[in-house]
């Protein structure tokens, strides 16, 4: 199995990675001490994907008023008079 140093790995980090996931696994190593080893991951389980923004597009509605919904009692609660 094909040992780099760690500045090697990093200078050509995209290549070895295709490599490896052609196959070609290696191995990082630092001053000639064997870190880690790199290996294609074999067929992985699809990522969920968390839903998109605007999923419940259509599922409710916003009243016209909105801006201004319950501002009568908002104000009569600061001002004490409930």
């Given at each position: 199995m094909r040992m780099v140093n760690m500045?090697?790995?990093k200078t050509h980090l995209s290549r070895l990675v295709d490599e490896a996931a052609k196959g070609e696994p290696f191995v990082i190593a630092r001053a000639g001490k064997?870190?880690?080893k790199v290996?294609?991951?074999e067929e992985a389980a699809p990522v969920e994907r968390?839903?998109?923004?605007g999923f419940m597009?259509?599922?409710?509605?916003v009243p016209d008023?909105?801006?201004t919904m319950y501002a009568d009692e908002?104000?009569?609660m600061f001002e004490g008079e409930d």
């Open positions: 500045h090697e790995a064997p870190l880690v290996v294609p991951i968390p839903p998109r923004i597009v259509g599922q409710g509605s008023d909105f801006d908002i104000r009569r």
